[in-house]
DNA sequence: ATTCGTGCAAAATCTTTGCATTCGA
DNA sequence: TCGAATGCAAAGATTTTGCACGAAT
C-alpha cells in the first residue's frame, strides 16, 4: 500500500532500524511504523532552524509518495513532542509548528507580525536564563521560548 | 438592553469618557460602547499577572449582567490587541489568552505542562534582550515573550 | 496472536464572518 | 444622519476521536 519510499534519502537499512529514536519509542510500547519513520526523515532533513505545521507536514508526505493520513500526521507530531522530540511553537497564527528538538544548537524566534515570517537567532544565555530561572520556582524544565514579535524592515517600508 | 454594570467598580461617569484609551479609540476612528468598556474594565481590574481566555473572558461578561456575545468579546480582543492594549498569550492549550499590557510591569510566564498551571515572574532583564535582539534584525519590537514549559513540584510528586 | 497504529469520516474546539439591526458621534 | 458595532447563526479552520481494518512485535 504505503511504499516506505526506499528510494530517497537514506534507504530504510539495519541502520535506521537501530536508530536511539526507534529504540525509544520500543522502549516505550510504542511501534516502528513506515509512518513515522518517515515523519521522523522529513524533520531531519529540514534545514537548521525550519519549521512545520501539520499541514505542511502533510504536503511533505504526500509529496514523498506516501498516503499517510492527516490524522497519523497529527498523531505522530503529538507523540514526538511528548517524547521530547519536537519542540511545539506557536507564531500566533492559530496554528502550530513543529521543529526538532536539538538541544546543541538552542534558537529563538522573531516574529515579523506583518508579513508572518520568522528568523532564527542563537542565544545560548537565554536557554541559561530558563533553566535558571525554572529551577528557582522548582520547575524541571522542559523547553524554553523566547518569541520576539515585531514589525520587520520589509513590512515598515511596505506602509 | 445591556446594563453598563454602574454598580460595581468604578461608575462610568465624566472620569471614564476622558479615559485615554477611549481617546485612542474615537481618534481611530473607533467608537466607545458599553461593551468596550466593560470589557477594558475587567481586564483593569483583574489581579496583575492574570490572564483570561475569550471564553472566560465572555462569563465574566455575563456574570456582570451585560449580555455581550461571543462573537463581540472575540472582536474586541483582536481590536484592543491590534492597538497594543492587550497582550496575547499562547500556552500551547488550542486556545489563547490575554491580558492588559502594562510596559511598566514586564513580566513572563513559566508553563507547568503537567497541570496547565502558569506563574508569572518579572525580569525586567528579559525585557531589555528582546529589544536588544529585535533591533539587530531591524525589528520594530512590539512584545518579547518568553516562556518556560516543564513540570512542577506538585506534578513531579503526583507522578 | 495480540495489541497498537492507521485511515476515514464525523465530531469537537476555537475563531471568524455575513447580515440585519442598533447605536455612537 | 450615517457608518461602525453588535448579536445571531452559520461557516471556517484546526485538531481530536470512534471504529473497523491492517500491521508490528
Redesign the interface.
Known sequence: MNNPNSEKLEPLNADELSDPVFDSLRKRGHRVTAQRELILQIFRNLPHGQHLSAEELHGQLLERGSSVSLATAYRTLKLLTSMGLLR?L?F?EGH?HYELKQDDLPHQH?I??GCNST?E?E?HF?EE??QK??A??????????????????QC?KTR
Open positions: 511545539e506557536d500566533a502550530k522573531i515579523c507580525t528568523l537567532f542565544d537565554l536564563a530558563g530561572i525554572g528557582r520556582y522548582n520547575f524541571d524544565v522542559v523547553d524554553a521560548q523566547f518569541k520576539i514579535f515585531g514589525i520587520c524592515q515598515r
